[in-house]
């Protein structure tokens, strides 16, 4: 009975190890931003309120990741969205339509700010690549920590 312990607990030490880098970033957009101090990110066209939200929000992300903020690019949904796809941004804040296409292509992030514009629902959120599921924790993490106790 001894032994099957003690091959229980190195069975679970093994899988904790395994576990370590868990969740992962397919492209490793995380651990470039850490590692290289730079946190590049891109605006979408927003109202002047939202985007006092976006400034507060990426300070916050910069913090939280110790890395410094490039110049924000700014620019149109569909241009952002492919910088994003090519690495050349590491997150583009902008205003997505809740029947939005690109939800399927993209990781939406819970919105920061919600405004109605005639009959469809925007919602100002940070957008990562999909895959990026260690990122998409920090940028959840980050929201949350914006609104404040549920």
């Given at each position: 009975m001894k032994?099957l312990?003690?091959?229980s607990t190195?069975?679970?030490?093994a899988?904790?190890s ?10 490793g957009t ?7 101090g730079?946190?590049r ?9 939202e985007?006092?939200l976006?400034d507060?929000?990426a300070?916050?992300l910069?913090?939280?990741?110790g890395a ?6 700014e620019?149109t949904?569909?241009a952002l ?7 050349d941004?590491?997150?583009v ?6 029947d ?5 292509d993209?990781a939406?992030?819970e919105?920061?700010?919600r405004?109605t514009l ?5 919602g100002?959120?940070p957008?990562a690549?999909?895959g990026e ?7 959840e ?5 914006m609104r404040g106790p549920?």
């Amino acid at each position: 009975m001894k032994r099957l312990g003690a091959l229980s607990t190195l069975w679970a030490l093994a899988l904790l190890s395994a576990c370590d880098s868990y969740p992962r970033d397919i492209e490793g957009t995380h651990d470039r931003i850490v590692e290289t101090g730079h946190l590049r990110i891109g605006y979408g066209p927003m109202p002047a309120n939202e985007r006092v939200l976006a400034d507060r929000f990426a300070t916050r992300l910069a913090a939280a990741t110790g890395a410094r903020l490039a110049p924000p690019q700014e620019g149109t949904g569909e241009a952002l969205f492919a910088a994003l796809e090519k690495d050349d941004l590491d997150l583009v804040v902008t205003e997505v339509a809740s029947d939005s296409p690109w939800r399927t292509d993209v990781a939406v992030i819970e919105p920061l700010a919600r405004r109605t514009l005639g009959k469809r629902e925007l919602g100002l959120s940070p957008v990562a690549r999909n895959g990026e599921n260690r990122w998409v924790m920090v940028l959840e993490a980050q929201v949350r920590a914006m609104r404040g106790p549920a």
